[in-house]
Each structure stands twice: as C-alpha cells, then as structure tokens.
C-alpha cells in the first residue's frame, strides 16, 4: 500500500512539475510577444488598431495552445478593464457637460434626442427580427438534452420601465456619480449644460473648466490605450484557453447562430444605414471603429468600452461632440441590439427545447420583451442572461425551467457576450454618425481620410 501511496505521489509531482514548465513557458512565449508589440508600438507608421487586432488573433492563438494555463494572465486584462472603467464616469460628465455648451442652443437637445431614440429603437426592431428570423430556421434547440443540468438559482427579472424611467432623475447627483449610475449622470449633466448656457456671460467660464477637463480625460483614455494590446491578448487568451472548445461542442448550434446574426446585423443594417442614410464610406467606418469592437469582444462590456468607442467616432469618425458625447453614452446604457438579438435566438432556443409550439403573437410578445430586457439590460459581462426569465415568462417558460436554461448557457455565455457587445457598441456608434450627419454635427473630412489612431 505505502509503496503504491509513494508512486502516487511521485506521479503528483511529475504532474505538477510538467504543468509548472507550461506555465514558465506559456510565460516566456507571453512575454516575447508583448515585447513584439512594444516593438511593433514604436513603428510610427503602424495604428493602434493593427496591433489590437494582432494581439486578439494572438491571444486566441495562444488560449487554444495552452489551454487553461492561459488563466494566468488573465489579471492583465483585468487590470487593463480597471483602467477603462476608471474613466467612464468622469468622461460622461464633462464631456456630456461641455457637448451640450457647445451646442449652443438647448432646442437643438429635443432633435437630436428624438431621432437617436428613434434609431435606437428601430435597430433593436430590427436586429430581434434577425434573431427570431434565424432561430426559426435554423433550430438551435432540437435535439438538445438538458437533463442533469444544474439551475442557476439568480435568475431575476429586469427593472420595470416605470422605475427606470422614475430613476432617470437623480436624487443626488453626486450619488449618482460615485456609483457610477449612467442614466441619472446623463440627466444632470443636460441640465447643468443646459444651466450653463443659459446663464450666459456669468457662467462661461465653468463650461469652459468642462471643456479643457473633458480633454484632459480623453487625454488619459489615449495613454490607456496603449495598454489594449496587452488586455485585449491576455483576455482573449483566457477565454480561448478556457472555455473555447467547450462552448462550441455543447451550443454549436446556437454559437454559429447568434454569430452569424449578429454579422449579418452589422452589414445589412448598419452598413445600409451608413450607406444609404448617411451616405458615407462603410470601409471607412468600420476600419474607425475597429479599436472599440475589439476592446469590446475582449472585455464584454458596453459601458467598459465606452471611453473607447467616445474616443474612436470623436478622432476617426470626425463626429463632434455635441452629439457622441450625448449619444454615446445613452447607447451604452440602453441602446443593445446584440443583445436583442441574442435574447430572440435563445428565446426560440428555449421553447424548442421545451417544446413549446410558438404562435405569430408569441413571436411579437418576444419581441416587445425583448426590446424592453434590452433596453434594461446593464452594459456588463452576460447581463441580459441574467433577464432571461422576463422574456422567457411571456411564452410560458416557468422560473425553474429558466434557471436550467441559464445553467445550461452560463458556462459558455462568453464566447456569445464578446459577439453581442461589438454589436451593441457599434450600433452606438452607427446611430451617431447618421444623428450628426443629420445635425451638420460630422466633419466629413476627417470621416472620409484615410488616417485612424
Ligand atoms: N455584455 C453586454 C454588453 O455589455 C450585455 C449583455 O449581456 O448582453 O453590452
């Protein structure tokens, strides 16, 4: 027995010391591409966004090589989120603030506020047509078994609109700004702007402070790109090397779907909307968004990317920010086509696998939830998973029955959030190109010529 128990122990420790030199040297190989990148980061004639998409096929790479060690790096991206994050709050202020001064005129407020809330709802229209659309034909969910699945147990149900629509005017400001409450700091910077425009000669100089500090922020979001190769990589990485493979052999089906809608999505409705409603250059928009889709396929997060989809249609797209710095940031807190999308395809996949026969009313009843749970959803890491249950109730899908379903997706809902967030912030930064073409409020030059940062 004790000379069995010492073999065990000898093969234990082969086992960690091979598992060890994996981690060495899936660290040496880390960190001779990282130095590739600094390099490549010192050729002045090579954009940023080459070397973000570089280190995402890199990372992708490196994941499906070394599998789970590539967990290890994974604190490098999160520091890099930490980063973005940082900036989210201080950048919708002032530049929202300063946005507004600009304008000039409060009235112009009502235009652009009606024809963005239009767009956004008629891209949501259409991107859960799409979803819907695909499920059908394709089936997602036959064949599918979920027995033996454990639920999740946190399944809830979205904010009513009521009080999301009440919690739109802040009790505190300042309380809305430490905790980072998008909405209410939309509201009061409209206001303040509006305040300060208002208050003509005797408050200038305050929204001029806002101008030069929302500068200063946007200052701060270049330098922390720099670091998006490096957090993008190690992102990607983690999530290759983690639950790559797995997501594509247990939700097949659906991954393909959803992936495929979502593309689909961009080109149809988006590039028909940039072609045809703003006509402009589509190579030339999605070549200036580039950055921000692959900060958000790394990070998962709408309102994590939003410094960088602010700074991309500001710098590349020449939109100004009298309408990205208003636009913007509503699109990253209520604006999800990807998710609507999303929320159809997964909506069908469920009454498949239940088999519940859907009706043409049940299909419009998905549709308006899932717009709303869109509309709900916060802009962070499988947030619309967690509403399932509101879409799902209207079909008749009970909580416990939901609570298999999102057992069954949690495990692989990251493959399936990267897609669905580059679709929402692009859907963003679609709608504000067309609400500022249609404002004057786009400097086509800047739009048209071929330099990106
Ligand atoms: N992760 C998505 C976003 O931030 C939301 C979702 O879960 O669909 O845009």
Redesign the pocket.
């Known amino acids: 027995l004790s000379s069995s128990s010492a073999a065990s122990d000898v093969y234990k420790r082969q086992v960690r010391i091979i598992s060890m030199s994996f981690e060495i040297l899936y660290w040496i190989v880390l960190i001779g591409v990282f130095i590739g990148l600094a390099l490549l980061g010192r050729r002045t004639d090579l954009q940023l966004w080459v070397r973000v998409v570089t280190a995402l096929v890199i990372g992708a790479i490196l994941g499906f090589v070394f599998g789970d060690i590539a967990a290890s790096s994974k604190w490098i991206g999160d520091l890099f989120v930490r980063l973005i994050k940082m900036l989210v709050v201080p950048l919708i202020f002032t530049s929202l603030v300063a946005g507004v001064v600009s304008m000039g005129d409060p009235k112009r407020l009502g235009s652009i506020g009606i024809k963005t809330i239009a767009l956004y709802l008629l891209t949501t229209l259409f991107a859960i047509s799409i979803g819907l659309l695909l499920g059908t034909i394709f089936s997602p969910g036959d064949g599918i078994d979920i027995t033996g699945v454990d639920p999740y147990s946190a399944v809830q149900s979205s904010q009513s609109v009521s009080d999301r629509l009440f919690g739109i005017v802040p009790l505190n400001p300042i309380g809305s700004l430490a905790n980072g409450d998008v909405l209410p700091i939309i509201f009061f910077s409209i206001l303040l702007g509006i305040g300060i425009i208002l208050g003509g000669n005797k408050t200038k100089k305050i929204g001029e402070v806002f101008s030069s500090a929302a500068e200063a922020i946007l200052q701060i979001a270049h330098m922390v790109m720099q670091m998006a190769p490096y957090g993008v990589l190690a992102l990607v990485a983690w999530v290759s090397g983690t639950m790559g493979l797995a997501a594509l052999q247990n939700l097949f089906v659906l991954t393909v779907i959803l992936y495929v809608g979502c593309i689909l999505h961009m080109i149809l409705v988006y590039g028909g909307l940039i072609r045809l409603g703003a006509r402009l250059p589509l190579k030339r928009f999605f070549k200036g968004i580039l950055d921000a889709q692959a900060v958000a396929y790394s990070t998962?997060?709408?309102?994590a990317t939003l410094p960088v989809t602010l700074q991309c249609v500001e710098t590349n797209l020449g939109v100004k920010k009298t309408v990205s710095s208003s636009v913007l940031p509503l699109g990253a807190t209520i604006n999800?086509d990807?998710?609507a999308l999303?929320l159809g395809v997964v909506a069908l996949f469920s009454a498949q696998i239940f088999g519940i026969q859907l009706e043409l009313s049940d299909y419009l009843l998905i549709a308006m939830t899932a717009t709303l749970t869109s509309i709900g959803?916060a802009?962070?890491?499988?947030?619309?998973?967690f509403l399932l249950a509101t879409v799902l109730s209207v079909i008749g899908i009970s909580d416990a029955q939901t609570a298999l379903i999102v057992g069954f997706v949690l495990p692989f809902d990251r493959i399936l959030?990267m897609a669905?967030?580059v679709v929402?912030i692009t859907g963003d930064a679609t709608v504000s190109v067309l609400v500022a073409k249609s404002e004057n409020d786009i400097d086509e030059d800047i739009f048209r010529s071929e330099s990106v940062i």
Do not use: Q
């Open positions: 998962s997060s709408s309102s999800m990807g998710t999303y959803t802009g962070i890491p499988s947030a619309s998973l959030d669905r967030t929402n």
